[in-house]
């Protein structure tokens, strides 16, 4: 069983919806349960389409008795061989249904958050930061780094493992999906534009507004260049008035949620993230798997998945210049910009494939449930 907080789209939302597939197909009975509402979701709608059972089981308060005790009947009459929790409020309840009913409990570390003040929001911290310690068979980080800071964080005593997300390699093949020209078509940028990419969900700790800022540096410079950006978020407004202000709107495009991630990816020479701060953020291996290099934050988990001069190019976190510079260098140099990209499909290829980290996952559920794989 997969517990997750909600089916919104977020990533490790998302993620659900290439694991659990593939680990039916390897023999797993799969079922995904969520807490919240999440009303007309594509990401319930996907998982259902390859077969996967999908619930909700409510509970809008960690503090609401009624609602846990409801769940642990749920999860009784279920009997799950193991529940593999994801996010904040799942993990909580992941771990008193392993003290209530002793079932083997895993949780993937999306993101690293710690309690800085003992309100509501850092009592959950706290009480999830227990659990892992304390009672958790697993805890999972994205990277080695992840698993270090993690460690250095409260997590000191749990029983710490890195595996990273991995993606189907097949579905950024060159070949697939729509062609590049239609889709430039139909997002109105210019056939002749060289595209500089970047995906995420639009809030402040994904710095875009750096992105922008850079591109007001670049554009003059080298005036083909014109940034696309993919998502939707409660920046967005915001965004497009600094767009506005910076006189960027013919060289900046908003395209909102997209589900066509890797045919968006295609238009693309370059992929940008100027987070603030990620754990193992799978869209920079998406990116990787269509050929693109990549500039991003030296931050979190991504030194571990990009090499800094062999992938593209690693700068500090909330540093314009040290962006336009990386973002400039690579975009002025075409056979280097194509070098780096060859280098970051290799480096898909061999650390992130689906099938690789599937197959440690399906390891760590046998190993816990004691299942010989029958």
């Not at 990419?197 to 080298?222: E, N, S, Y």
């Not at 908003?254 to 020479?269: I, K, N, P, Q, T």
């Not at 291996?285 to 990549?294: G, K, T, Y």
């Amino acid at each position: 069983m997969h517990m997750i907080d909600g089916l919104g789209r977020g990533g490790a939302e998302h993620l659900l919806t290439i694991y659990a597939p593939e680990l039916q197909r390897q023999g797993f009975d799969m079922r995904v349960v969520a807490l919240k509402d999440w009303g007309e979701s594509p990401v319930a709608g996907r998982l259902r389409a390859a077969g996967i059972a999908v619930e909700r089981l409510p509970l809008a308060k960690l503090r609401n008795i009624g609602q846990i005790r409801a769940a642990m009947k749920r999860l009784r009459e279920i009997g799950p061989d193991v529940i593999h929790a994801h996010l904040e409020a799942s993990t909580v309840l992941a771990g008193l249904a392993r003290i209530a009913l002793r079932v083997p409990v895993v949780s993937t570390l999306h993101t690293l958050e710690y309690p800085e003040r003992f309100n509501r929001a850092g009592a959950r911290l706290w009480l999830r930061d227990r659990l892992l310690a304390n009672i958790f068979d697993r805890v999972i980080c994205l990277s080695p780094a992840i698993a270090d800071e993690a460690r250095r964080h409260g997590l000191a005593r749990a029983p710490v493992v890195s595996i990273a997300n991995g993606i189907d390699l097949g579905a950024f093949d060159a070949n697939r999906g729509k062609p590049p020209e239609e889709i430039r078509a139909g997002l109105g940028i210019p056939p002749a534009a060289r595209v500089i990419v970047t995906v995420a969900v639009l809030r402040p700790p994904k710095g875009i507004d750096r992105l922008i800022r850079a591109m007001a540096d670049l554009v003059p410079v080298q005036p083909d260049l014109h940034l696309l950006i993919v998502g939707e978020g409660e920046e967005r407004a915001r965004l497009e008035a600094l767009t506005a202000e910076l006189g960027l709107d013919h060289a900046v495009t908003f395209a909102g949620f997209r589900s066509d991630v890797a045919d968006v990816l295609r238009v693309a020479e370059l992929f940008v993230l100027p987070t603030l701060w990620d754990a193992l953020p799978t869209v920079l291996i998406e990116a990787m798997a269509a050929d693109l290099p990549i500039v991003a934050s030296n931050v979190g988990g991504i030194p571990d998945m990009v090499r800094d001069g062999t992938d593209g190019i690693l700068v500090p976190k909330d540093d314009v210049p040290a962006l336009t510079g990386a973002i400039g260098a690579i975009m002025g140099d075409e056979a280097h910009r194509q070098e780096m990209a060859r280098a970051a499909r290799e480096r898909v290829e061999a650390e992130f494939s689906l099938p690789i980290q599937v197959g440690k996952l399906a390891d760590l559920y046998r190993e816990l449930s004691k299942d010989d794989g029958r």
